[in-house]
């Protein structure tokens, strides 16, 4: 009596967490699933990027003490300000699945990319602030700071932009 009790527990069991983990969707933390993000979150990143020009450039840099690298710098403005948790690297940012943007339907907010190293492949990145213009941290011996996507090198080498965040 005591086994057959069992046996049905264990099958019991088996079945609530077989049917609770094919109802199980883990939350992206990036793409589609961001879209709800408040605008105001994106505002909050944009304002906050603003205050952070100036911050030197550090190649793996993560913080303000230390300084920041291009994609470091968007990882720590989206995380901080945002909550939403970005890929670390330009490439991985550029490689996935967040909404990819058109040049002329860009927002606040959006991950701008560019290649400019010679080979090819998208090798920088900076948040678009809106009116054409983008913050980034540009290279060793520079600061982060604001630059036109309509200058002649960043127009020549941009590449496309991502929307990690709801355009709202």
């Not at 969707?25 to 961001?34: A, H, K, N, V």
């Not at 606040?108 to 983008?134: C, M, Q, T, W």
């Not at 913050?135 to 002649?152: A, C, Q, Y």
Request: aromatic share 10%; with cysteine.
């Amino acid at each position: 009596m005591i086994k057959s009790f069992l046996t049905a527990v264990v099958i019991g069991l088996a079945f609530v967490v077989s049917t609770a983990s094919a109802n199980y969707q883990p939350r992206s933390t990036f793409g589609s699933s961001l879209h709800n993000v408040p605008s105001a979150s994106i505002e909050n990143v944009v304002d906050r990027a603003h205050q952070l020009l100036g911050t030197p450039y550090k190649w793996g840099g993560t913080s303000i003490d230390q300084g920041f690298d291009c994609s470091s710098l968007l990882v720590y403005l989206f995380k901080t300000q945002a909550n939403i948790q970005i890929p670390r690297t330009t490439a991985a940012m550029h490689r996935s699945t967040a909404a990819t943007i058109q040049r002329n339907a860009l927002k606040p907010g959006d991950a701008v990319f560019f290649k400019g190293n010679g080979r090819g492949r998208v090798s920088h990145v900076g948040l678009y602030i809106g009116e054409g213009k983008f913050i980034h941290s540009p290279r060793t011996g520079k600061n982060v700071r604001i630059d036109s996507l309509s200058n002649r090198y960043w127009n020549k080498h941009y590449t496309t932009a991502k929307r990690f965040h709801n355009a709202g």
